[in-house]
């Protein structure tokens, strides 16, 4: 199984990058990770060219080769902290990349490109209260809808300020578990 990881967090030995690391460490995959912070990947400038030109950007940069691993992907894993109940800027900024599709579905009217595959949320967050993940869940869903995901999970963890990873990999036991048996149905 292929696996493609776009981490938003600027920090590639972080919490949000250890929990990613530990869901896949028992999951026979092939994974490859960029790090929003750390790519060569514009964001989006509005010209519309993709409007004019099907399934092209414009911009020449690390994105073309992102989409081809996202084409062979069978998985991809949406990773990042919590920024403003979303993800962070940066993760933002290179997912704005995909408004080439969003021409390519509605203004040429042709099919996304890609496979059917799955996808994975995987969220950390330092504060705790009940909506804090409200708005992450319809971004999450509308990201996938432009990539042909057609079946994804998350794992949704808070107070992230308060506790350690290894506390965390018992609070969270249940659905860490429960995204493992979700990835381990693709194989």
Not at 103 to 122: A, E, M, R
Not at 163 to 171: A, F
Request: proline share 3%.
């Amino acid at each position: 199984m292929k696996v493609v990881v776009l981490n938003g967090s600027p920090l590639k030995k972080g919490l949000t990058a250890q929990l990613t690391d530990y869901i896949f460490e028992t999951i026979d995959c092939e994974i490859k990770t960029y790090y929003a912070y750390y790519t060569d990947i514009k964001s989006c400038v509005a010209c519309k060219y993709c409007f004019s030109h099907p399934n092209e950007c414009v911009i020449k940069d690390e994105f073309q080769t992102m989409m081809k691993d996202f084409d062979e992907a069978d998985l991809v894993v949406l990773a990042s902290p919590l920024h403003f109940s979303s993800f962070t800027g940066e993760l933002l900024s290179t997912i704005s990349r995909l408004q080439y599709l969003f021409g390519l579905k509605y203004v040429h009217k042709l099919p996304i490109p890609f496979k059917n595959k799955k996808g994975l949320t995987i969220i950390t967050g330092g504060n705790d209260y009940p909506t804090m993940f409200n708005a992450i869940k319809n971004v999450d869903s509308l990201i996938y809808n432009h990539i042909n995901v057609k079946e994804y999970d998350r794992v949704l963890v808070k107070a992230t300020d308060k506790y350690s990873m290894e506390e965390i990999k018992v609070q969270y036991a249940e659905d860490i578990e429960r995204v493992r048996e979700f990835i381990n149905k693709s194989l």
